[in-house]
């Protein structure tokens, strides 16, 4: 009949890059409907003008000048075209959005909650959800079973591989035939057990931990690495390594914080070996790092919620003492502790139904702002650090093109005599702090 066929791919994928392109789940209420319509419309129209400018363009790489000609009809017709899928999608959106409204005043009075994913209302528990997401079985979701497949490069192990030093290889628990997945798995796993911060009082473990993050530096650097093995620690000694501490706080983040924002996609992905994730592995591990952090803060809140709101004060003003004595703590909390009033607002906002949710939809609005201006800053940042560098590598006499940014700024914070290159390097330090902690509010936040 010239519909298309039950589970047919090619139907599935218009559905899904339609559903992706507009919003047509269905609105909790008349102001979803309405943030619908908005977007909807502005979707059809950015669209449509895209498409104008894009298709005459690859058009022309294609085929030349007929292919130029065809590319501007096909961007014609989208112009016209998708600016009215976008308002009778909108206002098809704004009509449900309207039918769906005394629905949810009723839902909200018997305290049942919106769930986004499946666009209706639920009465949630989240007891109940968290034995559902902790009881799943995380080998089926990577696909590895039970059986000897181990993956990540394991079977070269049995190979020989001759080099000059194996003492960092040692330091990691790793043969030198070890893969790059085998390499950080061992090092997360090793770094977590001997942080500082587990063991304040254990200068022996704070030695290891120093001698593992140097090891890691290295054999995690491919051109290192190749020093490494041809000449051993020799082949190094003008390299210079970041504070073992100071690169896991770097990369991974502050373990103190982990009841806060949960386990971080990175450090997950740094205790896999291999690079075979699925993306039903990923979306379950960030729905157990959301849960788990539920669990956390509800058990953390309980003094509050009894009314023991003295006892709750004391145990806050320690913890943030705490926090901010950690690794980058003070900007690490100014950012969650923005990014959890946030989210407060907006939660508020949407149980507001006197106003159909509409001071949750701008606190929405203002915190992606806030998102994009903070990308903005870090772009800035960005630019900043590289002018930088360039100036600090033309004051020493190298070709930035020759040099890294990296390479510019250690060479010139080892010569500290030649004071032309000392602001400019200084001005770069200066702009990589400023990204990383543009960068961190950003992913925060979102």
């Known amino acids: 009949n010239g519909a298309p066929a039950e589970g047919d791919p090619v139907a599935d ?29 502005l979707t059809g129209v950015v669209v449509g003008v895209s498409s104008l400018v894009v298709a005459p363009i690859m058009g022309a790489q294609e085929d030349g000048a007929r292919g130029f000609v065809t590319g501007l009809g096909k961007g014609i017709a989208m112009l016209v075209v998708m600016p009215v899928a976008g308002a009778l999608a909108g206002v098809a959106q704004f009509g449900r959005g309207i039918v769906e409204t005394p629905k949810a005043v009723t839902a909200k009075s018997k305290g049942m909650q919106w769930d986004r994913d499946a666009a209706n209302w639920v009465y949630y528990n989240l007891a109940e959800e ?66 500082p911060d587990k063991n304040p009082n254990n200068p022996e473990a704070k030695e290891k931990f120093q001698s593992l993050g140097e090891a890691y530096q290295v054999l995690s650097n491919e051109d290192l690495r190749i020093k490494y093995d041809a000449k051993g620690k020799e082949a190094l000694q003008d390299t210079n390594l970041l504070d073992s501490a100071t690169f896991f706080s770097v990369v991974f983040g502050s373990e103190a914080f982990d009841e806060f924002v949960g386990e971080l996609q990175l450090a997950m992905l740094m205790q896999q070996e291999g690079d075979d994730i699925s993306a039903a592995f990923m979306e379950h591990r960030q729905l157990k790092r959301e849960v ?84 903005v800053r870090a772009a800035r940042s960005m630019f900043r650090a590289f002018m930088a560098s360039r100036q600090a590598a033309k004051d020493e006499g190298f070709e930035p093109s020759d040099a890294g940014a990296a390479h510019v700024l250690r060479e010139t914070a080892s010569k500290p005599k030649r004071n032309k290159a000392a602001k400019p390097a200084a001005n770069a330090f200066e702009a990589a702090a400023a990204v990383v902690e543009a960068a961190g509010g950003a992913a925060a936040g979102e």
Not at 177 to 189: D, L, N, P, R, W
Not at 308 to 325: T, Y
Not at 353 to 361: A, D, I, N, S
């Open 130 to 195: 968290s034995t559902k997401v902790l009881g799943v079985d995380e080998k089926e979701l990577l696909g590895k079973g039970g059986g000897s497949a181990s993956g990540g490069g394991r079977g070269k192990q049995s190979e020989k591989k001759k080099v000059a030093d194996t003492a960092f290889y040692d330091i990691l628990g790793v043969e030198p035939t070890a893969s790059a997945g085998e390499i950080k798995k061992a090092y997360f796993t090793q770094a977590r057990r001997l942080h």
């Open 13 to 41: 994928e218009q559905r899904f890059e339609l559903g992706e392109l507009f919003a047509l789940k269905r609105p909790k209420n008349a102001v979803s409907g309405t943030v619908h319509l908005v977007r909807n419309v």
């Open 292 to 375: 788990t952090c539920a669990l956390k803060l509800a058990k953390l809140l309980e003094p509050y919620v009894e009314g023991r709101e003295e006892e709750f004060a004391k145990f806050a003003e320690s913890k943030a003492a705490e926090l901010s004595a950690s690794a980058f703590g003070q900007a690490l909390l100014l950012v969650i502790s923005g990014v959890y009033l946030a989210k407060a607002d907006q939660f508020l906002g949407f149980q507001n139904m006197k106003e159909l949710g509409m001071r949750g939809h701008v606190a929405s609005w203002q915190q992606k702002a806030h998102i994009a201006n903070t990308r």
